[in-house]
C-alpha cells in the first residue's frame, strides 16, 4: 500500500453527523465507513458534472477526472 494514497480532512460536528447519516442512508442495513461515504459522495455529485464537461476542463478537474473523461 502507497503510504501517499490517503489524506486526512477535518469537517465541523454537524458535518460529521451528516456524514453518519449519509452512510446509513445510502446501503439501507449496510453502514458504510465514513471514507467510503464521502468517496461515494463526491464521486455521485461532483464526479458527475466534471466528467459530463465534454472533456472541457473547467479549472476544476482533476487527473483523475480527466482521465475518467477521456475514456
Known amino acids: 500500500m502507497t ?3 490517503f489524506r486526512t480532512v ?3 460536528h454537524d458535518t460529521y453527523d451528516k456524514v453518519g447519516h449519509l452512510s446509513k442512508a445510502i446501503t439501507p442495513g449496510i453502514k458504510l465507513s465514513f471514507a467510503s461515504t464521502i468517496d461515494y459522495a463526491v464521486e455521485k455529485i461532483i464526479g458527475d458534472r466534471l466528467v459530463s464537461t465534454n472533456g ?3 479549472g476544476t478537474t482533476n487527473g483523475y477526472n480527466q482521465e475518467k473523461a477521456s475514456k
Open 3 to 5: 503510504p501517499y494514497k
Open 10 to 12: 477535518s469537517l465541523k
Open 56 to 58: 472541457k476542463n473547467n
